[in-house]
């Protein structure tokens, strides 16, 4: 079936660090898969930090880049030096072009220290 | 600028009395529209989606439903809650299809069964 997963959280970097957090996709259903990362700041709503809808393409984002690759099924999200104010439940969602459903992973809670 | 409200912010509910959760998009005529679940250390899940009025597809069954008695609000009830009812509730809207376009969360409902 279709499925989304994750890098299990919580995830604790220092400020500076690099990053990545992993995520795969299973599109046996979805003819043209679509990607995206969204993230949930403490005390905010749950947002999109990007998407990606071309195989093969990078979306980038507040530091944050994810390439969509489909040989291995990845959409890995990475960034080179972590803030504070990083620190976020990020989640991985996978979804159909022209279609309604959205598959998301568990979710990622990253803690950033200062 | 469209608004999102979600009601009620919290609830606490004994196992087989009713639910009722609203929600409403203000500032964007006739939005796709979607509910989401996630129980405590679980995955975000789609529940149902509506393209128009009158119209909601159920994507996964949890003994809940939903209706769209206007263009912009969104109702999920149930006449007997269950202790798997327990988590928190996402609306969302989107212009496009959500497997491709960028979907704009509301703050949430939490509910809690005993």
């Known amino acids: 079936g279709d499925s989304v997963t994750q890098t299990e959280g919580p995830v604790t970097v220092s400020e500076s660090e690099s990053l990545i957090i992993n995520c795969t996709y299973s599109a046996t259903s979805i003819a043209y898969p679509n990607l995206f990362w969204y993230v949930r700041y403490p005390g905010e709503g749950l947002q999109l930090l990007l998407k990606?809808?071309?195989?093969?393409q990078k979306g980038s984002s507040r530091g944050f880049e994810a390439t969509y690759n489909k040989e291995t099924t990845s959409f890995h999200l990475q960034k080179a030096s972590v803030q504070e104010s990083d620190s976020a439940v990020y989640y991985c969602a996978l979804g159909d072009t022209n279609a309604y459903k959205v598959i998301f992973g568990k979710g990622t809670h990253l803690h950033v220290l200062p | 600028a469209q608004t999102i409200h979600q009601w009620p912010v919290a609830e606490i509910k004994a196992v087989g009395s009713p639910l009722s959760l609203g929600c409403t998009i203000k500032g964007k005529s006739s939005p796709n529209l979607y509910w989401y679940w996630q129980a405590t250390g679980g995955t975000l899940q789609q529940l149902f989606y509506?393209?128009?009025?009158?119209?909601v597809e159920s994507v996964v069954q949890l003994n809940l439903s939903a209706s769209r008695p206007k263009d912009d609000q969104f109702i999920l009830s149930t006449e007997k809650l269950l202790l798997s009812h327990s988590g928190f509730y996402l609306c969302?809207?989107?212009?496009?299809?959500?497997?491709?376009?960028?979907?704009?969360f509301g703050p949430g409902t939490r509910l809690l069964v005993l």
């Open positions: 990606v809808i071309t195989a093969g």
């Open positions: 509506s393209i128009t009025v009158g119209q």
């Open positions: 969302a809207w989107s212009l496009g299809g959500a497997g491709q376009d960028t979907q704009y």
